[in-house]
């Protein structure tokens, strides 16, 4: 390959082909570190998920994790219809209107008739909805910054990167 865009960017981290024994199984010590990636990946994504269900519980004690993913999705505006947070979220319909109906119920949501649609209607988060995940927001965001302070600028930009790359 050439120097042009032929060739993959250097980031630090090595490609694929780079790490792979010649043969193209892996080596003992990539497979070893490749389960200890699964493994801490297992556990960031538990954690996560008793993050949700602070959060949820901050915003309603009977409110489940999914429940507040739809909030947040609706008080961000990121997604204002079923349809819309179905997509975000990847999850079936029945459960979307199983969590906007709770919302309504507990007064986080609201169906308004869409302000460019006069036929549609959108949902919107109450201002008791606001309020209550500014809250859960708050308390997660000064958790996850009192762990990543610990780190410095240059370790976080590396770390931000190499997910960047993961996600992709």
């Known amino acids: 390959m050439s120097a042009s865009t032929d060739e993959p960017a250097r980031t630090g ?3 694929a082909e780079d790490t792979a024994a010649p043969d193209g199984a ?5 497979d070893q570190a490749i389960s200890r990636v ?3 990946l297992g556990r960031l994504f538990a954690r996560i998920r008793v993050s949700w269900r602070e959060a949820a519980a901050t915003v309603h004690p009977d409110l489940q994790p999914l429940g507040y ?3 947040t999705s609706i008080a961000t505006g990121k997604a204002t219809s079923a349809g ?3 997509e975000r979220l990847q999850t079936d319909k029945s459960a979307v209107s199983r969590h906007v109906r709770q919302l309504e119920e507990l007064g986080l949501v609201e169906s308004v008739r869409d302000p460019d649609d006069r036929r549609a209607r959108v949902l919107v988060a109450t201002e008791l909805a606001q309020e209550r995940v500014a809250l859960a927001r708050s308390r997660y965001e000064a958790r996850l910054g009192e762990r990543l302070r610990r780190w410095t600028a240059e370790d976080l930009d590396h770390f931000a990167e190499l997910l ?3 996600g992709d």
């Open 13 to 15: 981290v090595p490609a």
């Open 84 to 86: 819309a947070i179905i």
């Open 38 to 40: 699964e493994h801490e």
């Open 164 to 166: 960047a790359q993961f």
């Open 26 to 30: 892996g080596s003992p010590e990539l």
């Open 69 to 71: 993913q739809v909030l």
